[in-house]
Each structure stands twice: as structure tokens, then as C-alpha cells.
């Protein structure tokens, strides 16, 4: 019974925490941004980041400045629950679903949003991996809608490592932290697999 408790309470402590060392992390840290030169920027367009990567990706997305409102594809799953608190503190819609559970309705959701003319952002390897996997959602959304695709990521000079399955990374206080975003690009024309590997490809660079 206690162990319950502590667990409920835990769930609702923990996104204050992040928030938290989310403000302290960039505060203290020296900001390096790599943006997209192309302006203005598409819009709407999906926004990717790996899982592992959650923490600071926000601080990138406020500095492309978009004029519209980003809906992050948020799990069904408890840690979904606390993900919303912080996606709030960035002034962000949220979508409940990922390709484990609620994966139809996260889809559709994102769809209407689109419609919209509103951002979209997923975690494509989210919410439990593979690490470094990309679902379909990402690739379906794109090419159903001719919808631009940009990749975000960061990297930090210094910084710990958990043992998480996503391979998360926090930086470390004083530490510099390179914020990169790709230039928007499209999958049209891909097949599956190249669309896949093309997505892929632009993440992983965003993180070098």
C-alpha cells in the first residue's frame, strides 16, 4: 500500500522535477544553434525527435518560432501522464497514443491537426523503442498529406548517460549545448524503406 502511494506520488512530483533541470540545464549551459537557413518555414510540418532526446528538444522548436500550435503524440502509457505536464509548460497540445497502444486514434488526431494547418511532433523509436526505429506514423502522416518533415536534435559537450533503453542523455551545468534542426525535407516519391532510412538519416545527423 505504501509502495502505491509512493508511486503515485512520485508520478506527480517527477514533471516538476524535469521542468526543473530543464530551466537549470539551460541556463547554465552555452547555446550553439544550427537552423534551417530556408525562410519562412512550411507550414504545417512534422516535427521528429529520437525518444532519448526529449529533455531540451523543446528549446529547439521555440526558436524556429513557427506561427502555429505543435501537437506532441504523446503515450497512453503512465509516463505519458507526466509527459503532459511538461509539454504544457512549452505552451503545446498534446495527441494521447503511439504505435503500441492507441495507435489509430493518435494517427487520425494528428491528421485532423494537419488539416488544421498546426504542427505535429513524434518520437518515431518512441514510446519504447527500438532505439533508433522508425514507425510508420511519421512516414504515413508525410506522404498522405505531402507534409515537410524537419529533424531535430542536440548535443551536449559534456554530459551523463542513463541506462535507458533510448540511450538518454542529460547535459551537464556549464557544459555546450549544440541545438541543431534539419532543413524541411519530403518523403514523396520514397518507397517505405528509403522513407524510413531517409528520416532516420537526417536524426541521426542532427545528433553528430
Known sequence: MKFKIFKKLSYKVLPYVVIFAQKILFLTCKKVYKLP???P???PVICVCWHGQLLMIAYIYLKLKFSSNINVIVSEHTHGDMAITVVK?????????????GAIKALKNAMDA???????GITPDGPIGP???I??????????Y????????????SYWQLGSWDEAKI???FSTIVFKASEPFSLKGLDKNEAKQKVKDMLMECME
Open 131 to 133: 532505439l533508433y526505429s
Open 114 to 120: 494537419l488539416n488544421r494547418g498546426e504542427n505535429v
Open 37 to 39: 537557413k530556408c525562410k
Open 171 to 173: 547535459p551537464k551545468p
Open 146 to 157: 505531402n507534409t515537410d518533415i524537419i529533424a531535430l536534435g542536440w548535443s551536449a559537450s
Open 89 to 101: 509548460r512549452f505552451n503545446a497540445s498534446f495527441i494521447r497514443g503511439s504505435s503500441r497502444r
Open 135 to 144: 514507425s510508420d506514423g511519421v512516414t504515413v502522416l508525410s506522404q498522405k
Open 41 to 43: 518555414l512550411p507550414s
